[in-house]
């Protein structure tokens, strides 16, 4: 029994090294601090420039570009474009508060599914955030977001007031950039993609199970997608065909 107990005594405490405790997060945080200087000469390499897809779309200009859309819609474009260098200390601040956030969030991260350590994880240790970690966030505070990928949109509300809490993201190959028209330009945007792309509900699993759709709606799903719905002979195509050839699409 003694052996037992030590040898269960060790292994935890070899893992504690490794957890997203408090104490360990302003380790990190202090470690990071401190070789700021080094890390920054080599980071300044890796700075993108920013890309707009157009005038009305923000591409950021640093690496972590869906993270520093959010720190955008937190404190706005002339915030954004005060941060010196390459924005590393003020995305670390930022994302090391934002695990204090989300540790204070936990029936909203079990009500969407999310995984409270693996977005802690994102946040802390890697170089760029997923679009669930983005979504969580901006759950968090409440912002209203659209998201575009390619002909799909994905819509996260909460907030009733879509008129003036909106903000729209697109995945492009350069990275995620930001709708940064006026609130009745962003809208008139939403209203505009709402009506010419495909609007998922599930950003995991886009496409549900062939069951879950009438004809009907395979065909709208391939109209967005710019998927001919109809055979040689001008005549609709099955529900089987339209499900696989969207699948295929995916």
């Known amino acids: 029994m003694k052996r037992d107990t030590i040898k269960q005594t060790i292994d935890i405490s070899i893992i504690q090294d490794f957890v997203l405790n408090e104490r360990n997060i302003e380790k990190i945080l202090q470690h990071i601090i401190k070789s700021n200087e080094q890390i920054s000469s080599k980071s300044k390499k890796e ?35 005060l941060v010196h260098g390459d924005g590393f200390k003020d995305s670390l601040e930022m994302k090391i508060q934002l695990v204090y956030s989300v540790r204070e969030n936990k029936e909203l991260l ?7 350590n693996a977005i802690e994880d994102e946040l802390v240790n890697h170089k760029t955030i997923s679009v669930s970690a983005f979504m969580c ?18 819509t996260l509300l909460n907030d009733e007031d879509i008129t003036t809490n909106l903000n729209i993201i697109e995945k492009t190959a350069n990275g995620y950039s930001i709708f940064i028209g006026n609130n009745a330009e962003t809208y008139q945007k939403y209203i505009q993609s709402r009506e010419q792309l495909w609007q998922i ?10 069951s879950s759709y009438k004809a009907k709606d395979l065909q709208e799903i391939c109209r967005k997608l710019h998927i001919d719905i109809n055979n040689d002979k001008k005549m609709p195509k099955k529900k089987s065909l339209l499900y696989q050839m969207i699948k295929e699409h995916l």
């Open 47 to 81: 700075i993108k420039k920013a890309i707009p897809k157009n005038t009305q779309f923000l591409l950021p200009k640093f690496i972590d570009t869906l993270f520093w859309c959010y720190y955008i819609i937190c404190n706005g474009i002339s915030a954004y474009e």
């Open 201 to 210: 509900d599930n950003l995991t699993k886009t496409l549900r199970g062939i």
């Open 137 to 154: 966030i901006c759950a968090i505070s409440n912002f209203n977001v659209v998201y575009i990928d390619g002909k799909k949109m994905y």
């Open 110 to 116: 079990k009500k969407n599914k999310w995984k409270r």
